[in-house]
């Protein structure tokens, strides 16, 4: 069973940085695409980014150009490296994981940009 | 950008009877060289993270009860959950992993009559 656990939300002003973790197997990160995945409170889901196995990545148009992900094998991790955060960007945010034959996903993280 | 069309938004449906939700997508997402579709569902409660029911349009995920059933293939998708109980009040989302950027639908509130 794979196992997702993000960290890293919280309070951050508009215009501030924050980063999110994904905590997950090295099995996992070295063999499933690796997708964020946001939803503002009732509301529906956005797909944020994704990392393939192979390192490539992608953007909603939404976030590009401000959000990087990445990951770290050496503690078996996921990020998501959040820049000129907005008020829109409030949501929760999900990890997940493709491993090509189903979908895992975290508990999610909170991210509220306000002032 | 594929986009989802989730109908209705909205379902009441009486205990024991059948619920059924649509989804569509603005392009085929069925893959030639695989034949599978790359359409998954979710069930999602309040506070809840998304619980995934259907992936491949159709696989069932391992633990999910069998009143939940997946169909459609090329653009039009199909949820059904055959006998409705108390716990599956839930909104669920269909969601396109065909390609990036990946897209979800708008969901669709179920509720019991």
């Known amino acids: 069973e794979v196992q997702l656990v993000e960290s890293g939300g919280g309070l951050v002003q508009p215009g501030g940085s924050l980063r999110l973790s994904c905590a997950a197997s090295e099995f996992t990160l070295t063999t499933t695409d690796m997708h964020w995945v946001r939803q503002v409170t009732g509301k529906g889901l956005e797909w944020v980014s994704a990392i393939g196995t192979a390192g490539d990545t992608w953007y909603a148009d939404s976030v590009k150009g401000r959000f990087t992900i990445s990951r770290e094998y050496g503690k078996n991790s996921l990020y998501l490296r959040m820049n000129s955060l907005r008020a829109e960007d409030t949501a929760v945010y999900y990890c997940?994981?493709?491993?090509?034959?189903?979908?895992?996903w975290g508990q999610g993280t909170l991210v509220t940009v306000s002032s | 950008d594929i986009v989802m069309t989730q109908s209705p938004g909205s379902l009441t449906v009486s205990l024991g009877e059948r619920a059924t939700i649509n989804c569509k997508s603005s392009?085929?997402?069925?893959?030639?060289?695989?034949?599978?579709?790359?359409l998954a569902w979710y069930q999602q409660k309040p506070g809840q993270p998304p619980k995934l029911l259907i992936y491949?349009?159709?696989t069932r995920e391992s633990g999910v009860p069998d009143r939940f059933s997946g169909s459609g293939s090329g653009t039009d998708f199909t949820l059904t959950i055959s006998s409705l109980q108390a716990e599956d009040v839930a909104v669920y989302y269909c969601?396109?992993?065909?390609?990036?950027?990946?897209?979800f639908g708008q969901g669709t509130k179920l509720e019991i009559k």
């Open positions: 997940a994981s493709w491993g090509g034959s189903s979908w895992s």
């Open positions: 969601h396109q992993y065909y390609s990036t950027p990946q897209a």
């Open positions: 491949w349009a159709s």
């Open positions: 392009q085929s997402i069925l893959y030639s060289s695989n034949n599978k579709n790359y």
